[in-house]
């Protein structure tokens, strides 16, 4: 099958090129996006933000409700594990109905279940069911990253998705930040069930926001060409992809190890081991989450000129640098220095994973591959707050469980193995989203089309399509 030319007027172009004198710029780049470009990103942004608000309710309140539901802290954080075990399933449902009906409706239903999962769990009578609500509310969770990004992705121009790609990706420590002050307003005066009440509300802003934006017209074009049942799709991804999907999903483990390791049990850490008054817990973690959005948005533009890779592993290294002054000082202002400059880099890296799960994505799946790696990544990193929240509690100091040494140890571990993976990778950064791509198509279920391809085969059988797959280029003469 030879490589054939579909020709789509200039004005069609999925996201219009940044002027080459501006790319250097990222303020030019920012002026450069198109009303549409502007509002899809802003949507993206905030579904990723208040899903993020929402799941770290549970972390900042975890001592109460332990208190409420007469358990140890480190029972209650198996809710937290709860959520992210079934991130995947999130991913895999609401990815493969991106890819099938498109990324605007299913991010819809999807900000809608997560609302109500959240608001629902502010009424858990028992442990039981808040666990099972979280479980639900973990879904949905799974779902938004991977539609969010892929309609962000393939809405902006390539110049421009290291810059977004940060950004976009600290709507995570954004959401963590939000959670820190309402954690501070809130639970004193009105407790734990409030915080969820409240917080299931402001995402109803971004499913109105979501009737204004336009269907990814990359999708629209890589849609047109479909003509196989999905189970021969999926087949055709798993024949060809399998070593790519396998070494992504470690990736991710080591990822979210990373993220989840030196995050959900930080405010436990500070208020049972430290004995951090509210007020303090909200500074230290607030000045923590500012490093964070300015690392990701930092070398996510970085990203686009260093490569996706060499970025990732000069952001972990100087975070695992760093670890020592995030646990260990007893001065609390230099302990909140630490913790800056370990999110500022943890952070730094991930605000690569955006751009760079979808630049490894195949077409026709990147609603799905960038979601579910992410969330299988997440699935194997689940326990980790649990893992040391017990281990915490077994190593004591003066009688308290050292939390703090456990998080250190644990995250220079997972940070050695993840600048391994990163090292012996890929990456794809000048991928353009406008190549229509049709591996898949060029398989049909008929025994003709079968023979006929087989007899293509044989004609052809020393040429080798880039990554499996055949390329349509879109071009711009009429």
């Known amino acids: 099958m030879e490589a054939n030319e579909i020709n789509i007027e200039k004005n069609e172009r999925i996201s219009p090129e940044v002027n080459p004198k501006d790319r250097k710029n990222p303020w030019k780049i920012i002026k450069s996006l198109n009303n549409a470009q502007r509002i899809t990103?802003?949507?993206?942004?905030?579904?990723?933000?208040?899903?993020?608000?929402?799941?770290?309710?549970?972390?900042?309140?975890?001592?109460?409700?332990?208190?409420?539901?007469?358990?140890?802290?480190?029972?209650?954080?198996?809710?937290?594990?709860?959520?992210?075990?079934?991130?995947?399933?999130?991913?895999?449902?609401?990815?493969?109905?991106?890819?099938?009906?498109?990324?605007?409706?299913?991010?819809?239903?999807?900000?809608?279940?997560?609302?109500?999962?959240e608001f629902a769990s502010g009424f858990a009578p028992n442990f039981q069911v808040f666990i099972i609500l979280r479980a639900i509310?973990?879904?949905?969770?799974?779902?938004?990253?991977?539609?969010?990004?892929?309609?962000?992705?393939?809405?902006?121009?390539?110049?421009?998705?290291?810059?977004?790609?940060?950004?976009?990706?600290?709507?995570?420590?954004?959401?963590?930040?939000?959670?820190?002050?309402?954690?501070?307003?809130?639970?004193?005066?009105?407790?734990?069930?409030?915080?969820?009440?409240i917080g299931s509300f402001p995402a109803i802003i971004v499913v109105i926001l979501c009737f204004f934006i336009?269907?990814?017209r990359s999708w629209e074009n890589q849609h047109a060409f479909k003509r196989n049942r999905w189970d021969v799709e999926v087949k055709f991804a798993l024949k060809h992809y399998w070593i790519r999907i396998i070494h992504t999903v470690l990736l991710m483990s080591c990822f979210n190890f990373m993220a989840h390791g030196t995050q959900d049990l930080y405010p436990t850490f500070l208020r049972n081991e430290l004995n951090f008054s509210p007020e303090e817990e909200t500074t230290t973690t607030a000045i923590a989450c500012i490093g964070a959005i300015i690392g990701g948005t930092i070398f996510g533009f970085l990203s686009q000129y260093w490569g996706r890779r060499l970025t990732i592993v000069i952001s972990t290294f100087f975070g695992m640098c760093f670890l020592p002054l995030y646990v260990f000082p007893q001065n609390r202002w230099l302990l909140t220095f630490g913790a800056f400059m370990v999110y500022f880099f943890i952070q730094g890296a991930w605000g690569?994973?955006?751009?760079?799960?979808?630049?490894?994505?195949?077409?026709?799946?990147?609603?799905?591959?960038?979601?579910?790696?992410?969330?299988?990544?997440?699935?194997?990193?689940?326990?980790?707050?649990?893992?040391?929240?017990?281990?915490?509690?077994?190593?004591?100091?003066?009688?308290?469980?050292?939390?703090?040494?456990?998080?250190?140890?644990?995250?220079?571990?997972?940070?050695?193995?993840?600048?391994?993976?990163?090292?012996?990778?890929?990456?794809?950064?000048?991928?353009?989203?406008?190549?229509?791509?049709?591996?898949?198509?060029?398989?049909?279920?008929?025994?003709?089309?079968?023979?006929?391809?087989?007899?293509?085969?044989?004609?052809?059988?020393?040429?080798?399509?880039?990554?499996?797959?055949?390329?349509?280029?879109?071009?711009?003469?009429?």
């Open 41 to 117: 990103f802003i949507t993206a942004f905030l579904g990723w933000t208040l899903n993020a608000f929402d799941f770290f309710i549970v972390s900042f309140a975890l001592s109460y409700i332990a208190v409420d539901f007469n358990m140890k802290p480190s029972e209650i954080a198996s809710s937290i594990t709860a959520t992210l075990m079934f991130r995947p399933v999130g991913a895999l449902i609401f990815g493969q109905l991106a890819d099938r009906y498109g990324r605007k409706y299913p991010l819809m239903a999807d900000i809608l279940l997560y609302s109500i999962a």
């Open 137 to 197: 509310f973990g879904i949905a969770m799974g779902g938004e990253w991977g539609l969010g990004a892929a309609l962000a992705m393939e809405t902006l121009p390539t110049e421009a998705r290291g810059l977004f790609s940060g950004i976009l990706q600290q709507g995570y420590s954004t959401g963590y930040l939000i959670a820190a002050v309402f954690y501070y307003l809130i639970i004193r005066n009105f407790g734990w069930r409030a915080m969820f009440w």
């Open 352 to 478: 690569i994973i955006p751009a760079h799960l979808n630049e490894l994505s195949p077409p026709e799946f990147r609603g799905t591959f960038p979601g579910l790696t992410y969330q299988l990544g997440n699935l194997i990193a689940a326990s980790s707050a649990q893992i040391e929240a017990i281990l915490g509690e077994k190593f004591t100091k003066n009688g308290k469980p050292n939390y703090g040494l456990v998080q250190a140890v644990f995250a220079a571990c997972v940070m050695t193995l993840l600048i391994f993976l990163v090292a012996i990778g890929k990456e794809d950064k000048e991928v353009d989203f406008e190549i229509v791509q049709v591996g898949f198509n060029s398989i049909n279920n008929s025994e003709n089309s079968d023979n006929e391809n087989n007899s293509n085969e044989s004609n052809n059988n020393n040429k080798q399509p880039q990554n499996s797959i055949e390329a349509i280029e879109i071009t711009s003469k009429e």
């Open 214 to 216: 336009p269907e990814s």
